[in-house]
């Protein structure tokens, strides 16, 4: 038997939630996210991968790289403060400039497109309820 779009939408709802789940550091009652563009980049890393742009593996080995770099530059006085996401979102961008995921004029001129369009409001403030599906926009 083949799964209904509604069963679908539902089995990547629970992915997602168990990625969320279980996000490192994060102490009980904390929530993963702090500002709209950490999730927006958690959820482009979780599709991309999903897409097959990358394995996992690829991924993770891109996350810790980051956050190595990061940790030998952390006592310097121009160090960076500490992101987890910051370093979630270098380990996408390298993965996806040096990869075959985009080209880099690819990248440049939606870059470009981006910062042509005027900002919205879901730009201005994290949204820190859990994202959910309308299940009533399933039928």
């Not at 992915?15 to 958690?42: H, N």
């Not at 979630?88 to 985009?102: H, I, K, M, Q």
């Not at 470009?112 to 959910?132: G, M, Q």
């Amino acid at each position: 038997m083949s799964k209904t779009l509604k069963d679908i939408a539902e089995d990547r709802r629970l992915a997602v939630d168990a990625l969320v789940c279980d996000l490192p550091g994060r102490r009980t009652g904390e929530r993963p996210f702090e500002q709209p563009w950490e999730i927006r980049a958690f959820a482009l890393a979780v599709a991309l991968h999903q897409a097959g742009a990358y394995q996992w593996a690829e991924f993770q080995g891109a996350l810790i790289e980051s956050i190595a770099a990061w940790e030998r530059l952390a006592s310097a006085p121009a160090a960076s403060q500490w992101s987890y996401y910051e370093h979630w979102l270098a380990a996408l961008e390298r993965l996806v400039a040096d990869g075959s995921v985009l080209d880099r004029n690819d990248i440049d001129a939606r870059t470009t497109h981006v910062l042509a369009s005027p900002p919205s409001r879901d730009h201005h403030r994290a949204v820190l309820e859990p994202i959910a599906i309308d299940k009533g926009c399933l039928y």
